[in-house]
């Protein structure tokens, strides 16, 4: 077994695991943050990212030991119980970026590490070209970029980073 501390969403957290459990797992199993999904064996749907120190990673594609010492946000940490959604979540809900919500989370931790990268003002060929690592299976993408083009414009406004 190994021994690990990371902060998620917010929280200081330690938890003795295998060490070859990967890090979506830990997040869905032991912690219960069943909000970050598992959409595919290949690394390419995108439906489990989340942040590590702020950034976009696949958290089907590490083990949950390399997230030792680090700071992790998932989905569930954008917006607390009963508070208003982060203005990605509410860009999605007005312009219609989902369907069966599977690829949701994904889509919206990659939109905002997109923001922090790209900037708020993202046309859509940029938003398309980014979202090369997350699959949508029902949407057509169409609401899904205008949702992100609409929420980075929302994240200016709220000056959220
Ligand atoms: S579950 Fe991680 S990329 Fe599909
Ligand atoms: S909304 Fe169903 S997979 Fe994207």
Partial sequence: ??????????????????????????LRENLRLTGTHIGCDTSQCGACIVHL????????????????GHEIETIEGLAADGAPLHPMQEAFREHHGLQCGFCTPGMIMT????????????DECTIREELEGNLCRCTGYQNI????AAGATAMAKSRIA
Avoid: E, H, Q, W
């Fill in 111 to 122: 939109a905002i590490d997109m923001v922090r990268r790209k900037g708020y003002d993202l």
């Fill in 1 to 26: 077994m190994a021994k690990i501390s990371l902060i998620v969403n917010g929280k200081p957290t330690t938890a003795d695991i295998d060490p070859r459990t990967l890090l979506v797992n830990f």
């Fill in 145 to 148: 970029v205008a949702s992100i």
């Fill in 53 to 68: 120190d702020g950034k976009a990673v696949k958290s089907c594609t590490m083990l949950a030991v390399m997230a030792d």
